[in-house]
């Protein structure tokens, strides 16, 4: 019997909360020390992303560049150590 080729298919996700940090308050150390600043980090720059895409209308292919741009904005606001 002969395998059939894997379909791609989209992915889909649960739309994420857009919230955007007003200043570097929102990335200082948490209160729970099981989560870490990369985490936080992380989930800022994950918002931030998605942000974006809504913003540009919800079009698909620029994932990579949305991630990136929402980075190099967070992490602009991350005081220096």
């Given at each position: 019997?002969?395998?059939q080729p894997a379909q791609e298919r989209s992915v889909k996700t649960r739309p994420v909360v857009a919230v955007r940090a007003?200043?570097?308050a929102a990335l200082?150390?948490?209160s729970n020390p099981s989560v870490?600043?990369?985490d936080d980090l992380q989930v800022l720059i994950a918002k931030?992303?998605?942000e974006l895409y809504v913003d540009r209308g919800c079009r698909d292919g620029r994932a990579l560049d949305d991630w990136l741009e929402a980075e190099r904005e967070v992490l602009s606001q991350v005081?220096?150590?």
């Open positions: 019997m002969k395998a007003k200043s570097s200082t150390a948490p870490s600043v990369c931030r992303a998605h005081p220096p150590v």
